[in-house]
Every structure is written in C-alpha cells, then in structure tokens.
C-alpha cells in the first residue's frame, strides 16, 4: 500500500507490461478505468487485501 490515487497520464507507454499490482491503494472507479484503457493487454490487480478486516469490524455484532 503506498496510498496511490492516479498513475502518469504516459503509463500507456508501458506496452510491454503485462501484469501491474495496485492492490491496497486509493484508486477511484474512474481511474482504474482510464488505467485499463490505456493498459489493454495488462492483467491489473486493485484488489484491497485490507478490505477483511475492515468488513470484520463493520459487521463484527451482526450474526449471520
């Protein structure tokens, strides 16, 4: 996690790359987007390894 919200508009210049790990970052909708478009051949990972423990404690009294 190192709090990333936006990548340089030239990241597209990156053709060769084929796998890219944004994962526990702040990325908005909007921007993981423009990454995929300007990335079309990379395989991206946003995912928020953080995000368990974050739902733990929200639902931690509720009893499923």
Do not use: H, V
């Not at 300007?38 to 953080?50: F, G, Q, S, V």
């Amino acid at each position: 996690n190192n709090k990333i919200e936006t990548l340089p508009d030239n990241i597209g210049k990156l053709t060769n790359l084929r796998t890219l790990q944004l994962s526990g970052n702040f990325i908005s909708e909007i921007e993981k987007n423009r990454i995929a478009s300007a990335l079309p051949n990379c395989e991206i990972d946003y995912y928020d390894y953080d995000i368990e423990e974050k739902l733990a404690e929200e639902f931690k009294d509720f009893n499923f």
